[in-house]
Protein backbone atom coordinates (compact mmCIF):
# COMPACT_ATOMS: atom_id res chain seq x y z
CA UNK A 1 0.00 0.00 0.00
CA UNK A 2 1.36 3.41 -0.68
CA UNK A 3 1.13 6.31 0.78
CA UNK A 4 -0.97 7.13 3.91
CA UNK A 5 -4.59 5.44 4.13
CA UNK A 6 -7.63 7.06 2.38
CA UNK A 7 -11.55 6.01 1.91
CA UNK A 8 -14.79 6.87 0.33
CA UNK A 9 -16.44 9.00 2.50
CA UNK A 10 -19.52 9.91 0.21
CA UNK A 11 -20.93 8.50 -3.52
CA UNK A 12 -23.64 10.79 -5.75
CA UNK A 13 -24.40 9.76 -8.84
CA UNK A 14 -27.69 11.04 -11.15
CA UNK A 15 -30.75 8.97 -12.51
CA UNK A 16 -28.94 7.83 -15.98
CA UNK A 17 -31.50 9.04 -18.83
CA UNK A 18 -31.15 9.02 -22.70
CA UNK A 19 -31.90 13.32 -22.22
CA UNK A 20 -31.59 15.59 -19.51
CA UNK A 21 -33.13 18.59 -20.76
CA UNK A 22 -33.67 20.07 -17.03
CA UNK A 23 -30.12 20.54 -16.58
CA UNK A 24 -27.24 21.83 -18.07
CA UNK A 25 -23.46 20.26 -18.12
CA UNK A 26 -23.19 22.03 -14.93
CA UNK A 27 -26.31 21.42 -13.43
CA UNK A 28 -26.06 18.02 -13.98
CA UNK A 29 -22.74 17.93 -12.23
CA UNK A 30 -23.86 19.85 -9.41
CA UNK A 31 -26.45 17.26 -8.75
CA UNK A 32 -24.44 14.78 -8.45
CA UNK A 33 -21.56 16.53 -6.06
CA UNK A 34 -24.48 17.58 -4.11
CA UNK A 35 -25.22 13.82 -3.03
CA UNK A 36 -21.82 12.86 -2.92
CA UNK A 37 -21.82 15.44 -0.28
CA UNK A 38 -25.38 14.58 1.44
CA UNK A 39 -23.72 11.03 1.66
CA UNK A 40 -20.55 11.66 3.67
CA UNK A 41 -22.17 14.39 6.06
CA UNK A 42 -20.39 17.33 4.51
CA UNK A 43 -20.34 20.18 2.44
CA UNK A 44 -18.30 22.05 0.20
CA UNK A 45 -16.34 24.11 2.42
CA UNK A 46 -14.85 20.65 3.66
CA UNK A 47 -13.43 20.00 0.06
CA UNK A 48 -9.65 20.62 -0.52
CA UNK A 49 -9.56 20.04 -3.99
CA UNK A 50 -11.68 18.77 -7.08
CA UNK A 51 -10.61 16.27 -9.70
CA UNK A 52 -12.95 15.86 -12.75
CA UNK A 53 -13.25 13.86 -15.57
CA UNK A 54 -14.86 13.19 -18.58
CA UNK A 55 -14.51 11.68 -22.18
CA UNK A 56 -12.76 13.36 -25.53
CA UNK A 57 -13.92 17.10 -25.60
CA UNK A 58 -14.95 16.37 -28.98
CA UNK A 59 -18.34 14.40 -27.63
CA UNK A 60 -20.19 17.26 -26.62
CA UNK A 61 -17.89 19.84 -28.70
CA UNK A 62 -16.98 22.30 -25.28
CA UNK A 63 -13.62 22.55 -25.17
CA UNK A 64 -11.84 22.35 -21.42
CA UNK A 65 -15.56 22.40 -19.64
CA UNK A 66 -13.63 21.43 -16.49
CA UNK A 67 -13.30 26.01 -16.24
CA UNK A 68 -16.47 26.59 -16.41
CA UNK A 69 -17.86 24.04 -14.38
CA UNK A 70 -15.30 25.52 -11.46
CA UNK A 71 -18.33 27.71 -9.94
CA UNK A 72 -20.60 24.65 -10.21
CA UNK A 73 -18.08 22.35 -7.91
CA UNK A 74 -17.55 24.43 -5.66
CA UNK A 75 -14.04 24.77 -6.62
CA UNK A 76 -13.17 28.56 -6.51
CA UNK A 77 -10.08 29.29 -5.00
CA UNK A 78 -9.05 25.79 -4.82
CA UNK A 79 -6.92 23.41 -7.44
CA UNK A 80 -9.21 21.79 -9.91
CA UNK A 81 -7.48 18.79 -12.02
CA UNK A 82 -9.31 17.31 -15.60
CA UNK A 83 -8.02 13.88 -16.19
CA UNK A 84 -8.27 12.36 -19.24
CA UNK A 85 -7.72 8.54 -20.42
CA UNK A 86 -10.96 8.31 -22.96
CA UNK A 87 -13.54 5.59 -21.75
CA UNK A 88 -11.35 4.40 -18.68
CA UNK A 89 -11.55 8.36 -17.25
CA UNK A 90 -13.97 8.20 -14.56
CA UNK A 91 -11.51 5.56 -12.99
CA UNK A 92 -8.21 7.11 -13.42
CA UNK A 93 -10.11 10.24 -12.04
CA UNK A 94 -10.56 8.93 -9.18
CA UNK A 95 -7.41 7.37 -8.62
CA UNK A 96 -5.87 10.85 -8.89
CA UNK A 97 -8.08 11.68 -6.52
CA UNK A 98 -7.14 9.12 -4.27
CA UNK A 99 -3.36 10.13 -4.78
CA UNK A 100 -3.83 13.54 -3.66
CA UNK A 101 -5.04 12.54 -0.13
CA UNK A 102 -2.28 9.19 -0.38
CA UNK A 103 0.33 11.69 -1.05
CA UNK A 104 -1.08 13.61 1.73
CA UNK A 105 -1.57 16.88 -0.19
CA UNK A 106 -5.10 16.99 0.67
CA UNK A 107 -7.69 15.80 3.48
CA UNK A 108 -10.52 15.91 1.38
CA UNK A 109 -10.96 15.46 -2.36
CA UNK A 110 -14.19 15.76 -4.44
CA UNK A 111 -14.19 13.84 -7.68
CA UNK A 112 -16.67 14.23 -10.50
CA UNK A 113 -17.19 12.42 -13.25
CA UNK A 114 -19.88 12.86 -16.22
CA UNK A 115 -20.73 13.04 -19.95
CA UNK A 116 -24.09 14.52 -21.22
CA UNK A 117 -24.61 12.48 -24.24
CA UNK A 118 -27.58 14.21 -25.43
CA UNK A 119 -25.70 17.20 -26.05
CA UNK A 120 -23.57 15.14 -28.35
CA UNK A 121 -22.52 13.11 -31.09
CA UNK A 122 -19.78 10.44 -29.70
CA UNK A 123 -20.26 8.32 -32.98
CA UNK A 124 -19.23 11.41 -34.88
CA UNK A 125 -16.73 12.07 -32.92
CA UNK A 126 -15.15 8.74 -33.12
CA UNK A 127 -15.50 7.98 -36.51
CA UNK A 128 -13.09 10.44 -37.74
CA UNK A 129 -11.38 10.31 -41.59
CA UNK A 130 -7.65 10.48 -41.79
CA UNK A 131 -5.42 9.53 -44.93
CA UNK A 132 -4.08 6.61 -44.14
CA UNK A 133 -6.78 4.78 -43.30
CA UNK A 134 -10.22 4.44 -44.50
CA UNK A 135 -13.27 6.07 -44.01
CA UNK A 136 -14.71 3.05 -42.28
CA UNK A 137 -14.86 3.08 -38.16
CA UNK A 138 -18.59 2.89 -37.58
CA UNK A 139 -18.52 3.82 -33.91
CA UNK A 140 -17.44 1.90 -30.97
CA UNK A 141 -19.01 -1.20 -32.16
CA UNK A 142 -17.16 -1.15 -35.48
CA UNK A 143 -14.13 -1.04 -33.40
CA UNK A 144 -14.98 -3.63 -31.07
CA UNK A 145 -17.03 -6.05 -33.37
CA UNK A 146 -13.59 -7.91 -35.06
CA UNK A 147 -11.87 -8.15 -31.60
CA UNK A 148 -15.38 -9.88 -29.85
CA UNK A 149 -15.27 -12.14 -33.25
CA UNK A 150 -11.51 -12.61 -32.41
CA UNK A 151 -12.82 -13.95 -29.04
CA UNK A 152 -15.20 -16.09 -30.07
CA UNK A 153 -12.43 -18.04 -31.97
CA UNK A 154 -10.28 -18.31 -30.02
CA UNK A 155 -12.13 -19.16 -26.30
CA UNK A 156 -15.11 -21.39 -29.06
CA UNK A 157 -17.32 -19.73 -26.48
CA UNK A 158 -21.23 -20.90 -27.12
CA UNK A 159 -22.62 -17.96 -29.20
CA UNK A 160 -25.37 -17.61 -26.77
CA UNK A 161 -22.98 -16.53 -23.94
CA UNK A 162 -22.71 -12.40 -24.89
CA UNK A 163 -26.93 -12.64 -24.65
CA UNK A 164 -26.55 -14.51 -21.02
CA UNK A 165 -24.47 -11.42 -20.05
CA UNK A 166 -27.04 -9.19 -21.73
CA UNK A 167 -29.85 -10.45 -19.38
CA UNK A 168 -28.80 -10.99 -16.15
CA UNK A 169 -27.20 -7.17 -16.35
CA UNK A 170 -30.77 -5.74 -17.71
CA UNK A 171 -32.29 -8.23 -14.74
CA UNK A 172 -29.67 -6.72 -12.21
CA UNK A 173 -30.70 -2.65 -13.37
CA UNK A 174 -34.29 -3.52 -12.06
CA UNK A 175 -33.29 -3.15 -8.62
CA UNK A 176 -30.77 -0.29 -9.19
CA UNK A 177 -33.18 3.07 -9.10
CA UNK A 178 -30.19 5.42 -10.67
CA UNK A 179 -29.74 2.76 -14.10
CA UNK A 180 -30.94 4.47 -17.86
CA UNK A 181 -32.22 1.01 -19.06
CA UNK A 182 -35.22 -0.46 -16.89
CA UNK A 183 -36.67 -3.10 -18.98
CA UNK A 184 -38.73 -5.69 -16.78
CA UNK A 185 -40.03 -7.44 -19.70
CA UNK A 186 -36.33 -8.06 -21.02
CA UNK A 187 -36.25 -11.77 -22.44
CA UNK A 188 -33.89 -14.10 -24.27
CA UNK A 189 -36.03 -13.85 -27.45
CA UNK A 190 -35.82 -9.90 -27.82
CA UNK A 191 -32.45 -10.20 -27.11
CA UNK A 192 -31.53 -13.23 -29.50
CA UNK A 193 -34.28 -10.86 -32.44
CA UNK A 194 -32.88 -7.48 -31.86
CA UNK A 195 -30.75 -6.38 -35.18
CA UNK A 196 -27.51 -7.16 -35.36
CA UNK A 197 -25.60 -4.09 -35.67
CA UNK A 198 -21.90 -4.58 -35.83
CA UNK A 199 -22.15 -8.64 -36.82
CA UNK A 200 -21.80 -10.43 -34.04
CA UNK A 201 -22.74 -7.47 -31.70
CA UNK A 202 -26.83 -7.39 -31.86
CA UNK A 203 -28.28 -3.95 -30.52
CA UNK A 204 -29.57 -5.52 -26.94
CA UNK A 205 -25.89 -6.24 -26.42
CA UNK A 206 -25.23 -2.48 -26.63
CA UNK A 207 -24.43 0.16 -24.09
CA UNK A 208 -27.36 3.00 -24.51
CA UNK A 209 -26.25 6.45 -24.60
CA UNK A 210 -27.02 8.27 -21.22
CA UNK A 211 -26.54 11.87 -19.77
CA UNK A 212 -25.51 11.29 -15.85
CA UNK A 213 -22.90 12.00 -13.76
CA UNK A 214 -21.11 10.32 -10.80
CA UNK A 215 -19.43 12.12 -7.44
CA UNK A 216 -17.43 10.72 -4.55
CA UNK A 217 -15.40 12.59 -1.78
CA UNK A 218 -12.15 10.51 -0.88
CA UNK A 219 -10.65 11.48 2.64
CA UNK A 220 -7.66 10.79 4.23
CA UNK A 221 -7.36 8.21 7.66
CA UNK A 222 -8.13 11.02 10.08
CA UNK A 223 -11.28 11.98 7.78
CA UNK A 224 -12.67 8.47 7.35
CA UNK A 225 -11.89 8.00 11.01
CA UNK A 226 -14.30 11.14 12.14
CA UNK A 227 -16.89 10.37 9.44
CA UNK A 228 -20.21 9.00 11.29
CA UNK A 229 -21.53 7.47 7.72
CA UNK A 230 -20.00 4.32 6.29
CA UNK A 231 -16.53 4.35 4.88
CA UNK A 232 -15.35 2.09 2.04
CA UNK A 233 -11.12 1.74 2.27
CA UNK A 234 -9.26 1.93 -0.46
CA UNK A 235 -7.06 -1.23 -0.66
CA UNK A 236 -4.93 -0.78 -4.03
CA UNK A 237 -5.46 1.80 -6.90
CA UNK A 238 -3.55 0.84 -10.28
CA UNK A 239 -3.58 2.20 -13.71
CA UNK A 240 -1.53 0.66 -17.28
CA UNK A 241 -1.51 1.69 -20.80
CA UNK A 242 -0.12 0.49 -23.84
CA UNK A 243 0.43 1.35 -27.56
CA UNK A 244 -2.53 0.76 -29.68
CA UNK A 245 -0.64 0.07 -32.87
CA UNK A 246 1.59 -2.33 -31.27
CA UNK A 247 2.42 -5.13 -33.58
CA UNK A 248 1.56 -8.38 -31.93
CA UNK A 249 -0.54 -6.49 -29.36
CA UNK A 250 -3.35 -8.89 -27.99
CA UNK A 251 -6.84 -6.73 -28.56
CA UNK A 252 -8.61 -9.68 -27.01
CA UNK A 253 -6.54 -10.09 -23.36
CA UNK A 254 -4.23 -7.00 -23.43
CA UNK A 255 -1.08 -6.94 -21.69
CA UNK A 256 -1.79 -3.32 -20.12
CA UNK A 257 -5.05 -5.14 -18.63
CA UNK A 258 -3.37 -7.66 -17.23
CA UNK A 259 -0.18 -6.13 -15.75
CA UNK A 260 -2.70 -3.23 -14.30
CA UNK A 261 -4.80 -6.69 -12.66
CA UNK A 262 -1.51 -7.95 -11.01
CA UNK A 263 -0.45 -4.70 -9.66
CA UNK A 264 -3.85 -3.39 -7.84
CA UNK A 265 -4.10 -7.02 -6.50
CA UNK A 266 -0.40 -6.64 -5.12
CA UNK A 267 -1.30 -3.86 -3.81
CA UNK A 268 -4.35 -4.62 -1.80
CA UNK A 269 -2.39 -7.94 -1.03
CA UNK A 270 -4.30 -10.43 -3.05
CA UNK A 271 -3.04 -13.94 -4.30
CA UNK A 272 -6.57 -15.49 -5.51
CA UNK A 273 -8.59 -12.74 -6.64
CA UNK A 274 -11.71 -15.26 -7.28
CA UNK A 275 -11.77 -16.28 -4.01
CA UNK A 276 -10.82 -13.16 -2.53
CA UNK A 277 -13.04 -10.50 -4.54
CA UNK A 278 -16.64 -10.63 -3.49
CA UNK A 279 -18.11 -8.56 -6.11
CA UNK A 280 -16.92 -6.99 -8.86
CA UNK A 281 -18.34 -3.79 -11.25
CA UNK A 282 -16.37 -4.21 -14.55
CA UNK A 283 -16.72 -1.95 -17.24
CA UNK A 284 -18.44 -4.17 -20.30
CA UNK A 285 -20.13 -1.60 -22.68
CA UNK A 286 -20.94 -4.74 -25.34
CA UNK A 287 -21.78 -8.23 -23.85
CA UNK A 288 -18.53 -10.00 -24.71
CA UNK A 289 -16.35 -8.29 -22.49
CA UNK A 290 -18.01 -9.95 -19.64
CA UNK A 291 -15.89 -12.85 -20.71
CA UNK A 292 -13.55 -11.20 -22.16
CA UNK A 293 -12.51 -9.18 -18.58
CA UNK A 294 -12.85 -12.06 -16.46
CA UNK A 295 -9.47 -13.96 -18.33
CA UNK A 296 -7.70 -10.44 -18.39
CA UNK A 297 -8.53 -10.05 -14.61
CA UNK A 298 -7.13 -13.16 -13.31
CA UNK A 299 -10.95 -14.57 -12.31
CA UNK A 300 -10.45 -17.40 -15.11
CA UNK A 301 -7.83 -19.07 -17.28
CA UNK A 302 -7.64 -17.66 -21.07
CA UNK A 303 -10.17 -18.98 -23.01
CA UNK A 304 -12.54 -19.60 -20.05
CA UNK A 305 -14.28 -16.79 -18.78
CA UNK A 306 -17.57 -17.86 -21.15
CA UNK A 307 -18.11 -20.95 -18.60
CA UNK A 308 -18.20 -18.55 -15.39
CA UNK A 309 -20.88 -16.54 -17.22
CA UNK A 310 -22.65 -19.90 -18.72
CA UNK A 311 -22.54 -21.65 -15.06
CA UNK A 312 -24.31 -18.06 -13.43
CA UNK A 313 -21.39 -17.46 -11.46
CA UNK A 314 -21.59 -13.57 -12.32
CA UNK A 315 -24.97 -13.78 -11.34
CA UNK A 316 -26.08 -11.53 -8.56
CA UNK A 317 -26.77 -14.85 -6.24
CA UNK A 318 -23.21 -16.38 -7.78
CA UNK A 319 -19.78 -16.91 -6.22
CA UNK A 320 -18.45 -13.62 -8.21
CA UNK A 321 -21.24 -11.42 -8.75
CA UNK A 322 -20.47 -8.91 -11.79
CA UNK A 323 -22.18 -5.53 -12.35
CA UNK A 324 -24.58 -5.89 -9.87
CA UNK A 325 -25.60 -2.40 -10.62
CA UNK A 326 -26.47 -3.28 -14.43
CA UNK A 327 -23.27 -2.08 -15.48
CA UNK A 328 -22.57 -0.20 -18.50
CA UNK A 329 -24.77 -2.24 -20.48
CA UNK A 330 -27.84 -0.47 -18.54
CA UNK A 331 -26.72 3.10 -18.15
CA UNK A 332 -23.44 4.75 -20.09
CA UNK A 333 -22.73 8.34 -19.73
CA UNK A 334 -19.13 7.52 -21.02
CA UNK A 335 -16.95 9.78 -18.87
CA UNK A 336 -18.86 8.66 -15.62
CA UNK A 337 -19.06 4.99 -16.83
CA UNK A 338 -15.72 4.19 -15.17
CA UNK A 339 -16.07 5.92 -11.41
CA UNK A 340 -19.74 4.43 -11.86
CA UNK A 341 -18.03 1.13 -11.40
CA UNK A 342 -15.33 1.98 -8.24
CA UNK A 343 -18.68 3.89 -6.80
CA UNK A 344 -21.20 1.11 -7.00
CA UNK A 345 -18.42 -1.67 -5.32
CA UNK A 346 -17.24 1.38 -2.92
CA UNK A 347 -21.47 1.44 -2.36
CA UNK A 348 -21.44 -2.70 -1.41
CA UNK A 349 -18.42 -2.62 1.05
CA UNK A 350 -19.89 0.11 2.99
CA UNK A 351 -23.23 -1.86 2.84
CA UNK A 352 -24.91 0.80 1.34
CA UNK A 353 -25.77 -0.41 -2.45
CA UNK A 354 -29.57 -0.69 -1.59
CA UNK A 355 -31.97 -3.34 -3.43
CA UNK A 356 -28.38 -4.86 -5.65
CA UNK A 357 -26.31 -4.98 -2.95
CA UNK A 358 -24.57 -8.30 -2.33
CA UNK A 359 -25.25 -10.27 1.18
CA UNK A 360 -21.68 -9.59 3.32
CA UNK A 361 -19.53 -8.12 0.46
CA UNK A 362 -16.17 -7.08 2.30
CA UNK A 363 -13.75 -6.61 -0.45
CA UNK A 364 -14.59 -5.79 -4.06
CA UNK A 365 -12.90 -4.41 -7.23
CA UNK A 366 -13.52 -1.51 -9.46
CA UNK A 367 -12.47 -1.67 -13.00
CA UNK A 368 -12.48 0.72 -16.13
CA UNK A 369 -10.58 0.11 -19.66
CA UNK A 370 -10.82 3.35 -22.52
CA UNK A 371 -9.41 3.79 -26.07
CA UNK A 372 -9.09 0.83 -28.17
CA UNK A 373 -8.49 -1.09 -24.84
CA UNK A 374 -5.05 0.60 -24.06
CA UNK A 375 -5.85 2.24 -20.80
CA UNK A 376 -6.96 0.57 -17.52
CA UNK A 377 -7.77 1.63 -14.24
CA UNK A 378 -8.51 -0.66 -11.52
CA UNK A 379 -9.31 -0.42 -7.30
CA UNK A 380 -10.05 -2.53 -4.64
CA UNK A 381 -11.83 -1.33 -1.41
CA UNK A 382 -12.69 -3.07 1.17
CA UNK A 383 -15.06 -2.86 4.40
CA UNK A 384 -12.05 -3.51 6.43
CA UNK A 385 -8.99 -1.08 7.34
CA UNK A 386 -6.43 -2.26 5.28
CA UNK B 1 -49.98 32.91 -27.73
CA UNK B 2 -47.53 30.80 -25.64
CA UNK B 3 -44.53 29.77 -27.63
CA UNK B 4 -42.54 26.51 -26.35
CA UNK B 5 -39.59 27.14 -23.73
CA UNK B 6 -36.91 26.47 -26.03
CA UNK B 7 -34.78 24.45 -23.84
CA UNK B 8 -31.82 23.85 -26.67
CA UNK B 9 -30.68 24.40 -30.16
CA UNK B 10 -28.60 22.18 -32.91
CA UNK B 11 -25.33 23.80 -33.86
CA UNK B 12 -23.47 22.05 -36.05
CA UNK B 13 -19.84 21.84 -35.51
CA UNK B 14 -17.09 21.30 -37.87
CA UNK B 15 -13.55 20.53 -37.42
CA UNK B 16 -11.33 21.61 -40.48
CA UNK B 17 -7.75 20.81 -40.05
CA UNK B 18 -4.60 20.30 -42.51
CA UNK B 19 -2.92 17.00 -42.06
CA UNK B 20 0.83 17.01 -41.83
CA UNK B 21 2.20 13.68 -42.02
CA UNK B 22 5.85 13.14 -40.51
CA UNK B 23 8.53 11.56 -42.11
CA UNK B 24 7.25 7.91 -42.22
CA UNK B 25 3.95 8.23 -42.87
CA UNK B 26 4.97 10.80 -45.80
CA UNK B 27 6.72 7.71 -47.64
CA UNK B 28 3.71 5.66 -47.22
CA UNK B 29 1.06 8.21 -48.75
CA UNK B 30 3.53 8.63 -51.49
CA UNK B 31 3.90 5.19 -52.23
CA UNK B 32 0.18 5.04 -52.38
CA UNK B 33 0.38 7.42 -55.40
CA UNK B 34 2.42 4.82 -57.23
CA UNK B 35 0.35 2.28 -56.08
CA UNK B 36 2.71 0.42 -54.03
CA UNK B 37 2.21 -0.25 -49.96
CA UNK B 38 5.47 0.76 -48.11
CA UNK B 39 5.80 -0.28 -44.13
CA UNK B 40 8.79 0.63 -42.15
CA UNK B 41 10.58 -2.13 -40.20
CA UNK B 42 11.18 -1.78 -36.31
CA UNK B 43 15.60 -2.59 -36.42
CA UNK B 44 14.85 -3.83 -33.00
CA UNK B 45 11.65 -6.28 -33.30
CA UNK B 46 12.30 -6.57 -37.34
CA UNK B 47 8.32 -6.16 -37.04
CA UNK B 48 6.65 -4.57 -40.43
CA UNK B 49 4.40 -1.33 -39.76
CA UNK B 50 2.09 -1.03 -42.39
CA UNK B 51 1.21 2.35 -41.99
CA UNK B 52 4.65 3.22 -40.40
CA UNK B 53 4.67 5.62 -37.39
CA UNK B 54 8.57 7.21 -37.10
CA UNK B 55 9.38 4.83 -34.59
CA UNK B 56 8.30 1.57 -33.33
CA UNK B 57 5.61 1.52 -30.31
CA UNK B 58 6.65 -1.26 -28.88
CA UNK B 59 10.49 -0.66 -28.75
CA UNK B 60 10.84 3.25 -29.03
CA UNK B 61 13.53 2.98 -31.49
CA UNK B 62 13.26 4.88 -34.74
CA UNK B 63 12.10 2.79 -38.06
CA UNK B 64 15.06 2.26 -39.99
CA UNK B 65 14.46 0.54 -44.16
CA UNK B 66 11.17 1.09 -45.78
CA UNK B 67 10.04 -1.99 -47.07
CA UNK B 68 6.97 -3.00 -49.86
CA UNK B 69 4.36 -5.41 -48.86
CA UNK B 70 1.99 -7.00 -51.35
CA UNK B 71 -1.24 -6.22 -51.85
CA UNK B 72 -2.50 -9.61 -51.24
CA UNK B 73 -3.62 -11.00 -47.36
CA UNK B 74 -5.50 -12.54 -45.21
CA UNK B 75 -8.88 -11.26 -43.87
CA UNK B 76 -8.07 -11.90 -40.44
CA UNK B 77 -11.19 -10.47 -38.21
CA UNK B 78 -13.90 -8.28 -39.77
CA UNK B 79 -17.26 -7.06 -38.49
CA UNK B 80 -20.58 -6.64 -40.74
CA UNK B 81 -21.95 -2.95 -40.29
CA UNK B 82 -24.98 -2.67 -40.39
CA UNK B 83 -25.67 0.69 -38.01
CA UNK B 84 -25.82 3.97 -39.80
CA UNK B 85 -23.85 7.01 -38.49
CA UNK B 86 -22.80 10.40 -39.28
CA UNK B 87 -20.44 10.67 -42.42
CA UNK B 88 -21.19 7.46 -43.71
CA UNK B 89 -20.08 7.06 -47.30
CA UNK B 90 -20.23 3.47 -47.84
CA UNK B 91 -23.78 1.44 -48.41
CA UNK B 92 -25.41 -0.44 -45.55
CA UNK B 93 -24.20 -3.23 -44.61
CA UNK B 94 -20.62 -3.34 -45.70
CA UNK B 95 -17.89 -6.02 -44.34
CA UNK B 96 -15.03 -3.99 -42.48
CA UNK B 97 -12.29 -6.38 -42.52
CA UNK B 98 -9.14 -6.52 -40.78
CA UNK B 99 -6.41 -7.15 -43.34
CA UNK B 100 -2.81 -9.10 -42.67
CA UNK B 101 -1.32 -7.79 -46.09
CA UNK B 102 1.47 -10.63 -47.25
CA UNK B 103 5.17 -9.27 -45.45
CA UNK B 104 2.90 -6.80 -42.93
CA UNK B 105 3.26 -7.37 -38.99
CA UNK B 106 0.04 -5.29 -38.39
CA UNK B 107 -3.33 -5.30 -39.73
CA UNK B 108 -4.92 -2.22 -41.53
CA UNK B 109 -9.09 -2.24 -41.62
CA UNK B 110 -10.23 -1.91 -45.43
CA UNK B 111 -14.06 -2.49 -46.81
CA UNK B 112 -14.29 -6.26 -48.01
CA UNK B 113 -16.15 -6.77 -51.30
CA UNK B 114 -16.86 -8.86 -54.02
CA UNK B 115 -18.40 -11.63 -52.01
CA UNK B 116 -21.96 -12.11 -49.99
CA UNK B 117 -21.53 -10.69 -46.72
CA UNK B 118 -22.98 -13.91 -45.25
CA UNK B 119 -19.98 -15.75 -46.92
CA UNK B 120 -17.59 -13.50 -45.13
CA UNK B 121 -14.86 -15.83 -43.05
CA UNK B 122 -12.22 -15.52 -40.84
CA UNK B 123 -8.32 -16.30 -42.79
CA UNK B 124 -10.03 -15.69 -46.18
CA UNK B 125 -7.01 -14.82 -48.49
CA UNK B 126 -7.87 -11.51 -50.57
CA UNK B 127 -6.00 -8.65 -52.52
CA UNK B 128 -6.40 -5.24 -52.93
CA UNK B 129 -8.86 -3.58 -55.91
CA UNK B 130 -7.08 -0.26 -56.70
CA UNK B 131 -9.02 2.68 -58.21
CA UNK B 132 -7.93 2.81 -61.90
CA UNK B 133 -4.73 4.53 -62.08
CA UNK B 134 -5.63 8.15 -63.10
CA UNK B 135 -7.66 8.64 -59.79
CA UNK B 136 -4.79 7.51 -57.50
CA UNK B 137 -3.68 10.40 -54.47
CA UNK B 138 -1.57 10.85 -51.82
CA UNK B 139 -4.31 8.22 -50.10
CA UNK B 140 -4.89 4.90 -48.50
CA UNK B 141 -8.44 5.28 -50.76
CA UNK B 142 -6.44 4.44 -53.51
CA UNK B 143 -7.49 1.03 -52.70
CA UNK B 144 -11.16 0.55 -52.94
CA UNK B 145 -11.52 -2.53 -51.41
CA UNK B 146 -9.97 -6.06 -50.63
CA UNK B 147 -12.01 -8.90 -52.82
CA UNK B 148 -11.76 -12.74 -52.39
CA UNK B 149 -8.96 -14.42 -54.81
CA UNK B 150 -8.98 -18.03 -55.55
CA UNK B 151 -6.69 -19.60 -53.24
CA UNK B 152 -7.64 -22.10 -49.73
CA UNK B 153 -8.43 -20.25 -46.15
CA UNK B 154 -5.45 -19.56 -44.02
CA UNK B 155 -4.61 -21.78 -41.22
CA UNK B 156 -5.45 -20.30 -38.43
CA UNK B 157 -2.53 -20.75 -36.67
CA UNK B 158 -0.80 -18.22 -39.27
CA UNK B 159 -2.80 -15.65 -38.55
CA UNK B 160 -4.06 -16.25 -34.78
CA UNK B 161 -1.85 -13.72 -33.50
CA UNK B 162 -2.99 -10.88 -35.41
CA UNK B 163 -7.18 -11.48 -34.25
ZN1 LIG C 1 10.13 -2.75 -32.38
Known amino acids: ?386 | MTAEPITGIVTPIRLDYTYTPGTAPSGFLRGMKEGRILGRRCPQCSKVYVPPRGSCPMCGVEFADEVEVADTGTLVTFAVVNVNFANRVIDLPYVSGEVRFDGSDTTSMVLVQGIPVDEVRMGMRVKAHWLPREEWDFTFANIDYVEPIDEPDADYDSYREFV
Open chain 1, 1 to 386: MAGNLAAVLGTGQTKHVAKREDVSIAGLVREAADRALEDAGLTYADIDAVVIGKAPDMFEGVMMPELYLAEALGAIGKPLIRVHTAGSVGGSTAIVATHLVQAGVHERVLTVAFEKQSESNAMWALSIKIPFSQPLVAGAGGYFAPIIRGYIRKADAPLDTGFQVVLKDRLNALKNPYAHLHQPDISMEQIVSSPLLWDPIRYAETCPSSDGAAAMVIGSEQAADASSRPVAWIHGTAVRSEPTMGAGRDRVNPHAGRDCAKAVYAAAGITDPFREIDCAEIYVPFSWFEPMWLENLGFAEEGTGWKLVQDGVTALDGDLPINMSGGVLSSNPIGASGMLRFLEVANQVRGTAGEHQVDGARKALGHAYGGGSQFFAMWVVGKDKP
